[in-house]
């Protein structure tokens, strides 16, 4: 080789040498996802899975830059701006979709469930089937069903072993009326309080009391301000993995398809991550001075026709009867 020619291909090399990281950092791209659980909550477990396994499937040329524990605003922010894109992903519940297609309300029926074996065929098979579509039309893209879990009750007044003692109680919920309707069911007085106020709420005796699921009470330590828990579980919701139409438009087929299955796969991990815990998580808040109770469930369930009512007001009586219908047909098959 004379020296014209190797200098030619030496500046071929350093041409293409200089060149080759600019082009891969031209091509990543970098997703928002936003939740409202704690950092150390299964849900943000299963987030950083998901945006490793996206990563490494994908080459590097799509990350997810996570933000957890309300960091973008809370639930109802947090979907109305994964519908305008501002946010790409996140995890909204059935309370908060509802707001834009009144069909979602039907799922949250008070004691609808008798568990979660039974809760998670009925989700993941027919009720994903009717429900997908109808949030396309609203700007969300369903991948798949995460975990939230049974809502159980708590406050700082007095245990709760039947009815009447939660007659009387400020009880904090989300604004969610079938939370409400259901809380109301039983005497309660609710207000609404933002999720990211609710601690201070409580510790400044704005409210008696409030619900959530287990794991919800142990991170966000709700036992260092309030004294009782009842394990009601009165309402059994979920986290759905969602993502806005117009980024999931910017993915490839290829890259659509990674979603789909990693998050089933982070999905199925947060599940057991929940289950596995929350015996352990109990037995912790116990120990950090709450008194648990178990109450019998029947007489509470006895109480819910007016829920049921309101619900069926608020979400379309036909809505309601076809998520009852899909779940008695599956308790019957």
């Not at 995890?91 to 297609?101: C, M, N, R």
């Not at 998520?323 to 047909?329: A, P, Q, T």
């Amino acid at each position: 080789m004379d020296r014209r020619s190797f200098l030619k291909t030496g500046a071929g090399v350093a041409s293409l040498t200089l060149a080759a990281p600019y082009i891969a950092r031209a091509a990543v791209t970098t997703l928002r996802f936003a939740h409202f659980a704690d950092e150390n909550h299964p849900a943000n477990i299963a987030a950083k899975q998901f945006a490793a396994n996206v990563e490494k499937r994908t080459n590097g040329a799509l990350k997810i830059a996570i933000f957890p524990n309300n960091q973008l605003g809370g639930p109802p922010e947090q979907a109305q701006q994964i519908k305008l894109g501002t946010i790409d992903m996140g995890l909204p519940t059935q309370g908060q979709l509802d707001k834009y297609d009144k069909a979602f309300a039907a799922m949250e029926l008070p004691f609808i469930f008798n568990g979660p074996e039974e809760a998670f065929p009925i989700l993941d098979g027919p009720t994903m089937d009717w429900f997908r579509p109808l949030a396309e039309k609203q700007g969300f893209i369903l991948l798949r069903n995460w975990e939230y879990g049974f809502r159980n009750l708590t406050n700082s007044v007095h245990p709760i072993n039947a009815p009447d003692d939660v007659k009387g109680l400020k009880i904090r919920t989300p604004p969610e009326l079938q939370i409400q309707a259901s809380m109301e069911a039983l005497g309660a007085v609710v207000q609404a309080i933002a999720f990211p106020e609710l601690y201070l709420a409580l510790s400044q005796k704005v409210v008696d009391g409030e619900e959530n699921p287990i794991a919800v009470i142990y991170f966000n330590k709700i036992a260092e301000v309030q004294k009782h828990l009842a394990l009601t579980r009165h309402i059994y919701n979920n986290m759905i993995h969602t993502v806005g139409v117009n980024t999931w438009k910017r993915l490839t087929p290829e890259q659509q398809t990674i979603f789909r299955e990693e998050s089933k796969t982070s999905g199925e991990l947060m599940r057991r991550l929940i289950a596995d815990a929350e015996t352990d998580q109990i037995a912790k808040l116990e120990k950090a001075g709450m008194l648990v109770t178990r109450p019998d469930l029947a007489p509470f369930r006895a109480k819910m026709d007016p829920a049921y009512k309101r619900i069926a007001d608020y979400a379309g009586a036909d809505n309601v009867k076809k998520f009852r219908d899909i779940v008695e047909k599956h308790r019957k098959g």
